[in-house]
């Protein structure tokens, strides 16, 4: 897992720890130190920690103007044990919600498992986003954390897209694609 980094074809246009207003800002980070663990199994050290003992993150790309996060995970969302939703929500997208993000787009290649608990966080993230014309969608995650995801009943809350091929895209035309996929299913609804 050492090996995973987080996708960096877009640094030249956002790097969060360069962005003032992102919850990141001014972390420096060392690529021979390997001191962040899932499974006991060290994990590259570009990704953030943001609180929870088994999930990691990085901001790829932020556009405030139009109001859009993307955001790459790696590790397991464990909501049952650690309550991660509620750690995520608390110290990022709030802080990214008060800055007028209403759009996250969430990378989940590299969520290993996904244990479900309360859905409460889900359920405030779509209500704090949606009355501003927004959404939350997840893409890229793996069979098994979609099967679990979806027994729990988050997709009202989240909206799971398949979407293997977003490396090619700018960051501003995966979302113009995925916002045109979300009307879409609301004009057919």
Request: hydrophobic fraction near 40%; proline fraction near 4%; charge should be negative.
């Amino acid at each position: 897992m050492h090996d995973i980094e987080p996708f960096f074809n877009w640094r030249h246009l956002y790097v969060s720890e360069e962005d003032k207003r992102s919850p990141f800002f001014g972390i420096e980070y060392s690529e021979f130190q390997f001191t962040q663990t899932v499974y006991n199994y060290f994990i590259h050290p570009q990704w953030d920690d943001f609180g929870s003992q088994t999930l990691y993150l990085k901001v790829l790309f932020v556009d405030y103007e139009t109001g859009f996060c993307i955001i790459e995970f790696i590790g397991e969302w464990n909501d049952a044990i650690e309550n991660d939703v509620m750690t995520l929500k608390r110290e990022v997208i709030d802080k990214f919600i008060r800055q007028g993000i209403n759009k996250f787009i969430l990378i989940g290649e590299n969520v290993l498992n996904f244990h479900s608990g309360d859905d409460c966080y889900y359920e405030e993230w779509y209500d704090d986003v949606v009355d501003e014309g927004g959404w939350v969608v997840m893409i890229g995650l793996p069979n098994s954390s979609t099967y679990d995801f979806n027994r729990a009943g988050l997709g009202r809350y989240i909206q799971l897209l398949e979407l293997p091929e977003w490396r090619p895209f700018s960051p501003t035309n995966l979302f113009m694609k995925i916002d045109n996929l979300i009307l879409k299913r609301l004009n057919n609804s």
